[in-house]
């Protein structure tokens, strides 16, 4: 099954990016954050206060807090900052494994507090707290993020921040005010305190409850059931143990598989595993069961990315962003565009004022291929500022090394430029296998572009660059089958110098001479395209028209002032030397010959032109017989 390295980095390496980088100081953050943060009172069937903690306004009408703040209560109160009271109404999700419950309590116009990403902090990070420790009611603390840990398969960060009873509940903020996590006094560490991640609260908000559950009946819901039921294949997939945690997830009950949470995890599995029929179906599967959840969408157009559908990924991730306002979905879609190669839209995904080096790379990359040299040079400057060893950098020093034919160098540069785990273009990986050719090494060349193959199935550009590989290898029934799929795939892309170069090695030079002639219309300044015009005249028989091709070929050639490999100049000479000899002119076709023949000994036979990795027709290594055996 062709894979994608790209559905792989988008899970472990995407980020999920902060809206905004402002800092702020703490009063600020207690301020702004402060009347959106309850006390939390729970009451007995007789009224008897039983308990006290926190939470906090995670959406509309909509409280988070820890689960075991609400267990075993009749009722709860939800004491605002301002001093106004609500009644909880019940419980429209919540997990006992990750220790959460949101809330049904009329909020008002208080503003839900906005969440960030856990996987953001660093051990050493600020963190501050609000809650209501001992009754002490909108406290604040701070403290450090000191490490993190997993509890039972239940990612936890630990801080310095003081969590005491009372604090259960409350949020846990980045330094830009952002929910990172959600305090729990449940555990006990050496006066440490933990907080349960925001990406819990996250999918807690995608799986509601098909309805309110009562305080009263506060236990193992079917909800919660199903979540204990799939915990164990969660924990395998999370491990990266995806053949385990499908044989895991397969044992399970019936209506555990088919539920929401079920399916949505074995699309995440099968598109792990490669899968892409099955996961296909599990996603929309899951989609069936929650149209309006952006999730399973976005899994979906991995899947669909990964296989080289990049049109349904477009859609299945625009669909995802829709339905959600998570970050993710955005840059998720600013990727396919990459890939699609639909470069400007690719900035409007990312933001511009991000260091992440991911998004530097990408957008470097799509400023790049755009010819943007102003934001080429602007993103490169931050891009080495974050990373100096970096894709790019690898790129531009392979480019230089392979203008002075340094070809072990630029294989090198290209190597590690695709070896970046930010980098996720092809043009790397293309130039790597150009560099093996040019240095006559035909068959690293080609192993190297079928890797590009099955790491980008269906793209354009790696078709087209893979089909001269394929032709001077020899295997033209695998060139012709990477044609076809590139003119399949290839919809208004101009293919005419491509074109003219396959015609003319699968000797069909009427066809070749149209694309050649298109080609030499469009670019008069390269010797490339005049010289293959000129070859395809030669096999036409049109040897005035070849004679003056390779003129021109010649003086645009030796006139460059760049530095030539020997297949360039064999491929010139030839093809001076074949158009004066049969163009009646073979005083100077000998004195051609000669002067090949003393410069390049080795290239004076048929067998021998075609160990050069250069495309020749029938036609032409024919002709070249002729005029080898007349001057003998």
């Known amino acids: 099954m062709k894979s994608l390295r790209i559905s792989l980095l988008l899970l472990t390496a995407l980020p999920l990016l902060a809206q905004t980088k402002t800092q702020l100081s703490p009063d600020v953050l207690y301020a702004r954050s402060k009347p959106s943060v309850v006390t939390i009172l729970t009451f007995d069937a007789k009224q008897t206060p039983t308990g006290q903690g926190s939470g906090f306004v995670v959406a509309k009408d909509r409280v988070l807090t820890n689960y075991h703040v609400l267990e075993g209560s009749a009722s709860a109160t939800v004491l605002f900052d301002d001093g106004n009271v609500a009644q909880i109404k019940g419980v429209a999700a919540a997990s006992i494994p990750k220790d959460l419950a949101i809330a049904s309590v009329d909020t008002g116009s208080r503003q839900p507090l906005p969440l960030g990403n856990e996987l953001d902090l660093k051990v050493g990070d600020p963190l501050y707290a609000i809650g209501s420790p001992k009754g002490l009611v909108a406290s604040l603390s701070s403290g450090l993020v000191s490490g993190f840990r997993e509890d039972g398969g239940q990612f936890l960060i630990q801080t310095t921040a003081a969590i005491a009873p009372g604090s259960s509940g409350g949020p846990v903020f980045n330094r830009q005010g952002q929910v990172i996590g959600v305090a729990t006094s449940r555990l006990k560490d050496a006066g440490f305190g933990f907080a349960v991640g925001a990406s819990d609260i996250r999918q807690l908000l995608r799986v509601p409850l098909p309805m309110l559950l009562q305080l009263s009946d506060l236990g193992p819901s079917e909800s919660n059931a199903t979540d204990d039921a799939l915990a164990k294949a969660q924990q395998l997939y999370d491990a990266k143990e995806y053949r385990q945690a499908l044989t895991t997830f397969l044992a399970l009950p019936e209506s555990t598989k088919t539920s929401y949470s079920g399916q949505f995890l074995l699309c995440n599995i099968y598109n792990r595993t490669k899968e892409t029929g099955a996961a296909l179906k599990a996603c929309d599967a899951a989609i069936s069961q929650k149209p309006d959840a952006g999730d399973p969408y976005g899994v979906k157009a991995l899947v669909l990315l990964s ?140 192993t190297t572009i079928d890797k590009a193959l099955d790491r980008y199935p269906g793209n354009a550009t790696v078709l087209r660059a893979a089909i001269f590989p394929y032709m001077v290898s020899g295997d033209m029934s695998g060139a012709k089958k990477l044609h076809d799929e590139l003119l399949a795939v290839a919809g208004s892309a101009d293919l005419t110098d491509m074109e003219c170069l396959f015609y003319y090695g699968f000797n069909q030079a009427a066809v070749a001479a149209r694309y050649c002639d298109k080609a030499l219309s469009e670019n008069r300044n390269a010797y490339a395209p005049w010289s293959n015009a000129g070859y395809a005249a030669l096999d036409n028989g049109m040897y005035s028209t070849a004679l003056t091709d390779f003129s021109q070929a010649y003086k645009l050639y030796d006139g460059s002032g760049e530095k030539h490999t020997v297949t360039q100049e064999v491929d010139v000479t030839w093809g001076l030397i074949l158009a004066c000899y049969f163009g009646g002119d073979k005083k100077d076709a000998k004195e051609l010959y000669r002067a090949l023949k003393k410069e390049y000994p080795a290239f004076e036979s048929v067998p021998a032109l075609r160990q050069l990795p250069l495309v020749w027709s029938d036609g032409t290594l024919r002709l070249v017989s002729t005029v080898i055996n007349d001057f003998k």
Request: charged fraction near 25%; hydrophobic fraction near 35%.
């Open 307 to 446: 296989s080289g559908s990049y049109t349904e990924a477009e859609q299945a991730a625009q669909k995802a962003q829709q339905l959600s306002d998570d970050v993710y979905f955005k840059n998720l879609l600013g990727l396919i565009y990459y890939i699609e190669e639909k470069y400007p839209l690719v900035a409007r995904q990312f933001p511009q004022d991000k260091k992440d080096t991911f998004t530097l790379t990408i957008l470097l990359g799509a400023a790049h291929h755009a010819s943007d040299q102003a934001s080429v040079n602007n993103l490169y400057q931050k891009l080495q500022a974050e990373k100096p060893d970096n894709g790019w950098s690898h790129y531009y020093e392979g480019v230089k090394a392979a203008k002075d034919l340094k070809w072990d160098q630029a294989i090198d540069q290209f190597r590690k430029c695709d070896d970046d785990p930010d980098f996720v273009d092809s043009i790397c990986i293309r130039l790597q296998s150009h560099s093996e050719l040019s240095s006559s090494n035909v068959n690293a060349a080609k």
